[in-house]
């Protein structure tokens, strides 16, 4: 079942055509750790940004492996863009910005991405 997501404003809205994941990353890299980031990462072709592209601002870091997407409205990263290890095209769905998950009930999986 699909569901869906925004940044904080609502200007950005996303739909994925998928179930809602179980599982979160939860991450302890400079940038996931000081954003406090819950993610799902799932392929490109179930993710369909719905409104807000021209509010949409990029920022990389380090590798300049990921494209972060955040609002320029409010500040809120509701998804990234990258690539998976297979070189297939992901979203990295910020879980905490999709209000029907029940943050509570997820399972964590801890990265160390600050050894990365």
Avoid: W
Avoid at 24 to 34: I, M, V
Avoid at 73 to 86: L, R, T, Y
């Amino acid at each position: 079942m699909a569901f869906d997501g925004s940044c904080h404003c609502g200007a950005v809205t996303f739909t994925v055509d998928a179930d809602a994941p179980e599982t979160a990353l939860s991450c302890n890299c400079s940038h996931c750790r000081r954003k406090s980031f819950l993610l799902a990462f799932l392929p490109a072709e179930v993710f369909t940004l719905t409104s807000g592209e021209d509010a949409l601002t990029d920022y990389h870091f380090n590798k300049h492996a990921i494209t972060h997407r955040f609002c320029a409205i409010c500040g809120a990263q509701p998804f990234a863009e990258g690539k998976a290890p297979d070189g297939s095209e992901v979203r990295a769905i910020n879980l905490r910005c999709v209000p029907g998950i029940d943050l509570d009930a997820l399972t964590l999986q801890k990265v160390d991405g600050a050894s990365f």
